[in-house]
């Protein structure tokens, strides 16, 4: 009759206490983070008033939204090239990535 070695069982059970991680330091209250239900954070939506394009660009992919629509209309000598107003207003939280349209101001012709 054959003798089977234990050695391959072993081997097998203390590598899979390698690989599985272990959870020693959890208590069990709350369960693992899931990568695919977590939702991102918010996009909250920066001030942007008398900020130039690129400061305003600066802030808003900072605060987690995208540039959408610039548009331009005739405003005071003080605010020419510089935002004299936003869509949405500032301080709104939207999905990450939402789209936040501003106003330049431009000269009269």
Same mark, same amino acid.
């Given at each position: 009759?054959?003798? &089977?070695?234990?050695?391959? $069982?072993? %081997?097998? #059970?203390?590598?899979l *206490?390698? !690989?599985?991680?272990?959870?020693? /330091? ?27 394009? &690129?400061?305003?660009?600066? $802030?808003? %992919?900072? #605060?987690?939204?995208? *540039?959408? !629509?610039?548009?331009k209309?005739? /405003? ?34």
């Amino acid at each position: 009759m054959l003798r &089977r070695s234990r050695t391959p $069982a072993l %081997v097998l #059970a203390l590598l899979l *206490l390698l !690989v599985i991680p272990t959870a020693a /330091a959890d208590d069990g209250t709350t369960p693992p983070p899931n990568p695919y239900t977590e939702q991102a954070p918010p996009c909250v939506v920066p001030a942007l008033r008398t900020k130039t394009l &690129r400061q305003a660009k600066a $802030a808003i %992919v900072k #605060a987690g939204c995208k *540039l959408g !629509v610039v548009r331009k209309r005739v /405003a005071p000598k003080a605010l020419v090239a510089r935002v004299v107003a936003q869509s949405p207003a500032r301080g709104k939280r939207l999905k990450r990535g939402a789209l936040v349209g501003i106003t330049l101001g431009r000269a009269a012709s």
